[in-house]
């Protein structure tokens, strides 16, 4: 096959190089290569099943057009100090102006209208206060919510609108490897998800690599393979909390998601709260490795009696060790082992009394896992003894600013893992040193989240027109 263009991953990054081409009538040949299933074919077993039954041969929640933003929380970060690095590379005002932009394209597919958090001016000013007596930073960033179920629907009419346009998109296919001559990208090896026998050559003047958290491994398998220059950045390791929505209200009403940061000691790693799911579920993702994380969504209809975030310790690694995203996966083995396969959980106050929790505890607690088949256990048997004491501390700096989030029913879910440690050196019209190959979005290591990493997607179609 030839084009002009190929795309490897269906997630916002990819979605939105093709958008901005077509929006802006190129008349290039685009192909997106994505392994998994259109929107509305992308099914989820445990809604039935109530338990994950690992589906082969990938995960429907994390793999499919959208990726894992069509059952995330979908939310949308309006300001450029969330989402990660790209504003190092483009600016900050730059990133701002794309940002906004590419929220109005959002409006346009059918987002909500509504803005949370920039209301409440004198409220967030004592969220504010209670932070910093706690040693904290607020980030109080606009936030649009889409919710499971809007994202899903805006995502289908995004699919629909690129291929009425021309874009070809090829489900059910694996990216295998990259085909370079003479030290240039001039397409990819591509196969049959469900039959490896059955491959594809494509070859195009522009290869762009977006595929999100879920492929930063494979994406730095090629760095190494290929000689694309890179660099071992940081990999996030936590765990996602879940409390009463009681304990979280006052900062919910305000600002939907609270960004919280902050170094505590002794390591004084920066640690920091991500994706706030007021009224949200715990769910389940589970990678290609078999290796199953915890998340978190909300939709805008249906809700839970209980709020979940994740608390994310950062680490990086320089020599002689320099695989960020081989050690996060086996804390994430680690855990899953003494979980058996599943998601462990465990309350508070049972990992300040040095204890594991019994799943007879958790019946008796105000807090009821909304996450049914996570195993009550020991967390602290697998997380590093360096990430849990951060996680502790700044879960007691929390509790300065939101009363009640330290209680000892309050439940740790483990493993949260980010894996967008791997950020590839491009320069600020995303060129990396092989000529003709770009890389976009989260695995790329430069962004983080459904914006940002909307926005490079942006930039890449402009580029390309």
Known sequence: MNCDVVIIGAGPAGIFTA??????KSSKKIVIVEKGRPVEERRCPKNKTKTCVGCKPYCHITTGFSGAGAFSDGKLSLSYEVGGALPELIGEDFAQEMINYTDKIYLEFGADTRIEGVEKNEEIKGIRLRAIQAG??????????????????????IQNYLIDAGVEILFGYNCKNLILENDSCVG????????????LEILAKHTIVATGRRGADWLERL????????????????VRVEVRNEVMEAVNQVLYESKLIGYPKPFKNKVRTFCQNPGGFVSQENYDNDLAVVNG?????????NTNLAILCSHNFSDPFNQPIA???????????????????????????????WQKELARSNVKPTLPDAVAGDITAAMPYRAMINIINFIQAVEHVVPGFASPETLLYSPELKFYSNRVKMDSDFNTNIPGLYCLGDSSGWTRGLMMASVMGVLMGRRLI
């Open 136 to 157: 904290l930073k607020l980030v109080d960033c606009p936030i649009r919510h889409l919710g499971t179920e809007k994202a899903q629907e805006i995502y289908l009419a």
């Open 297 to 305: 969504h909300s939709y805008k209809d249906l809700k839970s009696n």
């Open 188 to 199: 990819v090896f591509a196969e049959k998800a469900v039959n490896a026998n059955e491959g």
């Open 223 to 238: 760095c190494e393979e290929h000689g694309i220059a890179h660099q071992p950045g940081t990999v996030d390791i936590g």
């Open 327 to 357: 050690y996060a996966q086996k804390v994430g083995e680690l855990t899953n082992m003494l979980g058996n396969g599943h998601i462990l959980v465990q309350r508070f106050g049972d990992i300040l009394d040095g204890k594991r929790t």
């Open 19 to 24: 958008l901005e081409m077509v929006k802006n």
